[in-house]
């Protein structure tokens, strides 16, 4: 059973960074197996995709919107999943979720998040 542990968001000023992670902290997952994604949810909107990377890291797609700002990296030894975010828009506000993907038997689960503010 999936369960899965976001964090390093915080309150930064356009223009900086952060690093979100994202780890496992089930055992019986193996996020290693997976292919994994990067979702967001601003206030008042829908969830939406931000990045997905190949279980063995060789594939990676990005919405358009964070392309050239945003990079998504995996451990696999680590069982951990990186979104690193450069260049940050207020318009990158929102609480940043992660997930297997294809999301094959897990119904409405989404993990806590984690909360990304950019001020201007």
């Known amino acids: 059973q999936v369960q899965l542990v976001e964090s390093g968001g915080g309150l930064v000023q356009a223009g900086g960074s952060l690093r979100l992670s994202c780890a496992n902290s089930r055992s019986s997952f193996n996020v290693y197996v997976h292919h994994m994604a990067w979702f967001r949810q601003a206030p008042g909107k829908e969830r939406e995709f931000v990045s997905a990377?190949?279980?063995?890291?060789?594939?990676?797609d990005y919405a358009d919107s964070v392309k050239g700002r945003f990079t998504i990296s995996r451990d696999n030894a680590k069982m951990t999943v990186y979104l690193q975010m450069d260049s940050l828009k207020p318009e990158d506000t929102a609480v940043y979720y992660c997930?297997?993907?294809?999301?094959?038997?897990?119904?409405?689960?989404w993990g806590q998040g984690t909360q990304v503010t950019v001020s201007s």
């Open positions: 997930s297997p993907v294809p999301r094959v038997g897990l119904g409405d689960y």
């Open positions: 990377i190949s279980w063995s890291g060789g594939r990676i």
